[in-house]
């Protein structure tokens, strides 16, 4: 069974997580394939719009900590990191459909979506800080941005789950839906950017993110370096070993 699934037509390519037993957490080979997707969307003018979707009850709950553990991304050309450049230079507009579950790298990977419809019982989480690790993808600074430092604070440094209507309030996504319209809206959306000229979508997505594409490019080159880092310490270890024995970690045994 295909982890990642790639849909073309009407001028949208659609990107679906297939991986619902697994709560369609992310793998190294799921982001080589969703870099090779989105590199051939952005030189094929056949697609005018990407649609990134998972299933109806968990649009992606970030890493699979085995995999991640297992082969952690410690090198700047890793899979991840390769797909967070890829995701946040895409040219064309990106669409996301979340339903259900959102966490981690499901939700970061969000603020680099041009349109972003979700249900209104999606339930989002950035719980970094305890696995362990720094954000990323941008999230420190784009998050803030959108959210302001307190909300942005509360829900990087906790890492408490916030609600489709937080996450609506603070900027985050541009739509809330009943569940079960969530895709068909987004494709709708999609595919009416893919009837306009691609042209006037390329120029006007690369106006929009001109002002701070500097500032986040580099804040994402930072926070890889950290991630890197932090990834194979002590804190880290700890928080994937929990996970796999199904208790709560002992931060206090391993120090910083």
Same mark, same amino acid.
């Given at each position: 069974?295909? *982890?990642? $699934?790639?849909?073309?037509?009407?001028?949208?390519?659609? $990107?679906?997580? @297939?991986? &619902?037993?697994?709560?369609? %957490?992310?793998? &190294? !080979?799921?982001?080589?394939?969703?870099?090779?997707?989105?590199? @051939? &969307?952005?030189?094929?003018? /056949?697609?005018?719009?990407?649609?990134?979707?998972?299933?109806?009850?968990?649009?992606?709950? +970030?890493?699979?900590?085995?995999?991640? %553990?297992? @082969?952690?991304?410690?090198?700047?050309?890793?899979?991840?990191?390769?797909?967070?450049?890829?995701?946040?230079?895409?040219?064309?507009? $990106?669409?996301?459909?979340?339903?259900?579950?959102?966490?981690?790298?499901?939700?970061?990977?969000? #603020?680099?979506?041009?349109?972003?419809?979700?249900?209104?019982?999606?339930?989002?989480?950035?719980?970094?800080? @305890?696995?362990?690790?720094?954000?990323?993808?941008?999230?420190?600074?784009?998050?803030?941005? $959108?959210?302001?430092?307190? %909300?942005?604070?509360?829900?990087?440094?906790?890492?408490?789950?916030?609600?489709?209507? *937080?996450? =609506?309030? +603070?900027?985050?996504?541009?739509? =809330?839906?009943?569940?079960?319209?969530?895709?068909?809206?987004?494709?709708?959306? !999609?595919?009416?950017?893919?009837?306009?000229? #691609? %042209?006037?979508?390329?120029?006007?997505?690369?106006?929009?993110?001109?002002?701070?594409?500097?500032?986040?490019?580099?804040?994402?080159?930072?926070?890889?370096?950290?991630? /890197?880092?932090?990834?194979? /310490?002590?804190?880290?270890?700890?928080?994937?070993?929990?996970?796999?024995?199904?208790?709560?970690?002992?931060?206090?045994?391993?120090?910083?």
């Amino acid at each position: 069974m295909q *982890d990642i $699934i790639l849909t073309q037509g009407a001028g949208v390519l659609a $990107i679906a997580f @297939n991986r &619902a037993g697994k709560k369609n %957490s992310f793998t &190294a !080979a799921m982001y080589t394939d969703m870099v090779a997707a989105l590199e @051939n &969307a952005a030189g094929d003018d /056949q697609v005018r719009a990407v649609v990134f979707q998972g299933s109806r009850e968990v649009f992606s709950a +970030g890493n699979d900590i085995d995999d991640f %553990s297992s @082969n952690p991304p410690v090198e700047p050309d890793a899979p991840v990191w390769q797909f967070i450049r890829a995701l946040s230079a895409f040219p064309k507009p $990106i669409v996301a459909a979340v339903n259900g579950v959102v966490v981690g790298i499901g939700v970061t990977m969000l #603020l680099h979506c041009d349109l972003v419809y979700a249900a209104t019982d999606a339930r989002f989480r950035v719980p970094f800080v @305890n696995l362990g690790v720094c954000p990323e993808a941008g999230s420190s600074l784009l998050l803030q941005k $959108i959210f302001g430092y307190r %909300s942005a604070a509360e829900a990087l440094l906790l890492g408490g789950q916030f609600s489709a209507e *937080d996450a =609506l309030k +603070g900027g985050l996504i541009t739509r =809330l839906l009943p569940p079960d319209d969530v895709l068909a809206y987004a494709r709708q959306q !999609a595919t009416h950017l893919a009837d306009t000229p #691609l %042209s006037a979508l390329l120029e006007t997505k690369r106006l929009l993110k001109s002002h701070d594409a500097e500032s986040v490019n580099a804040r994402i080159a930072e926070e890889t370096s950290l991630f /890197q880092k932090m990834v194979t /310490q002590p804190a880290a270890r700890e928080a994937f070993a929990a996970f796999r024995e199904k208790r709560r970690p002992d931060f206090r045994k391993v120090g910083q």
